[in-house]
C-alpha cells in the first residue's frame, strides 16, 4: 500500500497582489486553486507523502503577497498497489 495526501490551505493575500498569486499557482505540480475573492484564496496541494505537501505548503507560505496561511484539512488515504 502506498500513501496519498491530500491538504487544504486557505491563503490570504493583499487583495492587490491575489491575481498575481492566484497565477503563480496555476504554474505548481499538485496545486489546485478552487475559489477566490478579496485576498483568501481556497487551495488544495496532493501529493505522495506528507513532506511533499508539507513542502509545498511552505512554498505557497513564502510566494510575494501572501500575508497568512493556514492548513485547514489534511486527509491520508491508503492506496493498494
Given amino acids: 500500500m ?5 491538504c487544504g490551505m ?3 493575500a493583499r487583495p492587490e497582489k491575489a ?6 499557482l496555476g504554474d505548481l505540480q499538485g496545486v489546485e486553486l478552487h475559489a477566490s ?4 484564496l481556497v487551495v488544495t496541494i496532493e501529493g505522495d507523502d506528507y513532506e511533499t505537501c508539507a513542502g509545498m505548503m511552505t512554498r ?6 501572501v ?3 493556514s492548513l485547514i484539512y ?6 493498494s498497489t
Fill in 2 to 6: 502506498s500513501d496519498y495526501h491530500v
Fill in 10 to 12: 486557505l491563503l490570504q
Fill in 19 to 24: 491575481p498575481r498569486v492566484a497565477g503563480a
Fill in 37 to 40: 475573492e478579496g485576498g483568501r
Fill in 60 to 65: 505557497l507560505a513564502c510566494l510575494d503577497g
Fill in 67 to 69: 500575508s497568512a496561511s
Fill in 74 to 79: 489534511h486527509q491520508i488515504d491508503k492506496e
